[in-house]
Structure formats: C-alpha cells, structure tokens
C-alpha cells in the first residue's frame, strides 16, 4: 500500500513540476488517507491531530508575494508549513527567517529540487545539509525516498516530511482559487496538504477561503505556533 502511495505522489510531482514522464507512469487514483496512529508520520508531517495542516513547498514568485502569504497566515493564527527550495532561499525570494519570525514551522526541501533517489548519499546529504534552512524536517522533491534517501536523513537527524492530500495546483493552469476548492472539499481531520508558493501561495487571499470553508464542514486549520519558531522543531507541529 504504501509503494502504492509513493508511485502516485511521485508521478503526480513529476509531471507538476515538467519532468518528462512516460504515458505508462501516468498518476493512479490516491489511496484513500489513513487515520494518524503514530506520535509522528511522514504522511502527516507532524499534524497527529484533528486539524489540517496546509504546506507550501518550492519557490516563491517574489519575496512581496512571500511575506503576503506569511502575513495573511499570522492574521488568521494559522501555521502554514513553509517547505522551500534552499536556493530560493539563498537567492533572497523566501527569507524563512520572516516566517518563523510569524509563528511559522519551516521544513527543508533539499537545494534545488533534485530528484534524491537518483544521487549518491554523499550527494543526498549535500542537498539536505546545504540549504539555507536547516530544519529538521525534509521533504524530498516529488516525495521521492529510497534506502539511501533514508539513510541520509536519519544519519542527519532529520524527519522525512510528506503529506496526505494533494490539490494538484500545480496542474494545467489551474487557479488558486480551484486548488482552495478542492482542499475545502476533500480535506479531512488529519489532513495535510501539499501546495506551492508559486501557484496557491501566490494569492494569500485564499487562505481565508480554506479557513471558512473548512469551516462550516466542522474542520479546523492547525494553529500558528510560538514565534519564533526555532529551526529544530518538535516532531508534532499539530495535534
């Protein structure tokens, strides 16, 4: 089952993030969420509870655009899970010190997007070590994770970090407004969700929607939390 799962997420970031994919690759229907059972689970990134935990993985658009977002969150009291790219940290567009600053946890997402499972661990552990964040949390591109994968982020005392519900908002031009939907539509307790800075982050203004969509079906975002949030994080970030 959990194979299963990994060749969805993987196919599906694929193809999101315009990595050529054979047609017999092509994404399979999600298998349906499991309940958290665990004080952590990599499916649920810290979120052990009965609240939804939204992510925002990759790069920003513009730092303006990043701290929008931030803002709107800590208007809100939420915490929204930061997962960028180190270089887009190093390049000035996600200053990460501004989000923990706003009670925001901070996860790494390897340099520069790289697909881990096919570096050597020398390799894997330059990405998860050089990226400007320095989290204990790692989510690998595309949720991508092998044994040397693996070896690597226990070796770094680091946590694998991925997610449970995937709006797609990254495909075929669909607006941030159609990838709110569909997260106040199918997210449940214990949800977390995998979007984007640079395709649902870019219009803060949906953050709101989530939050009173989810609302009125009884669900809760996860709250934000003590700032600032330090770089070493405890492993459940909502409960």
């Given amino acids: 089952m959990i194979a299963h799962i990994m060749a969805s997420l993987l196919s599906a970031a694929i193809i999101g993030s315009g990595i050529a994919m054979p047609a017999s690759a092509a994404p399979s229907t999600p ?18 509870g009965n609240k939804v935990f939204l992510t925002f993985d990759d790069a920003p658009p513009s730092k303006k655009k990043f701290k929008q977002l931030i803002d709107e969150a800590a208007r809100l009291k939420i915490a929204i899970g930061i997962v960028p790219n180190g270089s887009a940290v190093n390049a000035g567009t996600a200053p990460v010190d501004y989000a923990r600053s706003k009670g925001m946890p901070v996860m790494d997402h390897a340099y520069n997007h790289v697909l881990l499972t096919k ?12 990226s400007y964040i320095g989290s204990n949390f790692v989510r690998p591109p595309y949720g991508a994770h092998n044994a040397t994968v693996r070896k690597a982020l226990k070796d770094k005392g680091k946590r694998n970090c991925l997610w449970n519900l995937d709006p797609e908002d990254w495909k075929g031009g669909k607006s941030p407004k159609a990838a709110a939907d569909y997260i106040i ?3 449940r307790k214990g949800s977390t969700a995998v979007v984007h800075l640079q395709h649902l ?39």
């Fill in 119 to 130: 570096l050597s661990y020398s390799k894997v552990v330059w990405q998860i070590t050089r």
């Fill in 201 to 239: 982050g870019k219009d803060a203004s949906q953050l709101a929607r989530i939050k009173k969509g989810l609302a009125k079906r009884g669900l809760e975002l996860c709250p934000v939390l003590s700032a600032p949030t330090p770089k070493k994080l405890p492993k459940v970030l909502c409960s």
């Fill in 31 to 48: 298998a349906p969420q499991a309940a958290a059972k665990h004080p952590y689970d990599k499916f649920e990134c810290g979120n052990i």
């Fill in 185 to 187: 539509r199918n997210a």
